[in-house]
């Protein structure tokens, strides 16, 4: 029986204490009430208590949403990041992208796909999922729906795109996410997730993001301290390799499955 899926209903805890170790798999509760798209899912708390601004708001969107505004906020990284995820993709997969991005990046993607493979644009937020139909429309191998990235059953898909949604969500979240992420890709399936890494000690910038995640997002800095493997069942069953870039910024670590699961875990390497 799959019981990854353990939404929140309350960001409380996890915003007490952002930077501890990855929880054990919690007992699966409801969600919160709050806005639901045409699929019926409810806006889970943490998101609206703590990203209204950013992602649930026309303001917000409008802002945001915008390649030169992803680029300011990414200090300047954004491209390179992006083109770090379409490196990793083949013309003719079925790839899942499980949260919407603003900007270009799921079109960047879906051209990367071509015309003969196929990109499922998923989001929990109905907002998002109108604003990433309207980016794509046209786009005949794209699809956009709500969903959960924690609820279970995805795929299978030949690869997973998952940028910065990790540090966006409490520490059960990010435990059912990796999981159902890397659930959702077959045997030969390539797990993406880039997102935010902790910066080498003496990143002139270091303090800022500091601030900004004490003051703003307040699940983020557990990624300064836990690998994204460490949100793995079984770790041991993938190879994952872990690249940093911008003084140790971001990361993008990918995960295949091994044909032999191991039981230690592996080196990384760091670039
Ligand atoms: C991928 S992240 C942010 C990426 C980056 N900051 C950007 O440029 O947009 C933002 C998205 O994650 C979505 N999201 C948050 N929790 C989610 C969940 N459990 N399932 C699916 N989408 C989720 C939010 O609604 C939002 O649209």
Redesign the pocket.
């Known amino acids: 029986m799959n019981d990854r899926f353990v939404p929140r209903t309350t960001p409380a805890d996890d915003a007490s204490d952002p930077i501890s170790r990855p929880a054990p798999r919690a007992a699966a509760t409801a969600p919160a009430a709050g806005s639901c798209g045409a699929g019926g899912l409810a806006v ?1 708390a943490y ?1 609206s208590d703590t ?1 209204t601004w950013a ?1 649930l708001s026309d303001l917000g969107t409008r802002v ?1 949403d915008k390649h030169l505004i ?1 680029q300011a ?1 990414l200090w300047g990284n954004a491209d390179r990041l992006i083109d770090s995820v379409v490196a990793e993709l083949k013309p003719g997969w079925r790839v899942l992208q ?6 270009d ?1 799921s079109l960047r993607l879906a051209r990367a796909l071509g015309p003969a493979g196929r990109l499922d644009v ?4 109905p907002i ?1 999922v109108a604003l990433t139909r309207r980016k794509l429309a046209g786009v005949a191998q794209a699809t956009v729906d709500q ?4 609820a279970p059953g995805k795929g299978p898909y030949d690869a997973v795109a998952c ?3 990790l540090h ?2 409490p520490e059960e ?1 990010k435990r059912a ?1 990796v999981n159902n992420m890397l659930d959702a890709v077959g045997p030969d399936g390539t797990v993406i997730f880039v997102d935010y890494h902790r910066p080498h000690a003496a990143h002139p910038l270091k303090p800022v993001m500091s601030l900004v995640f004490d003051r703003l997002e307040p699940f983020a800095k557990a990624l300064w301290n836990n690998a994204i493997e460490d949100y793995a069942d079984r770790p041991g069953d993938w190879t994952w390799t872990k690249t940093t870039v911008f003084g140790g910024m971001y990361q993008k670590v990918i995960a295949r499955r091994r044909s032999q699961p191991r039981v230690t875990r592996p080196s990384r390497s760091c670039i």
């Open positions: 889970p998101l990203y992602y945001f992803v906020i499980p949260a919407c991005v603003y900007g990046f998923r989001d929990i937020a998002q969903e959960d990235a924690a940028f910065f949604l966006e969500v979240y996410i």
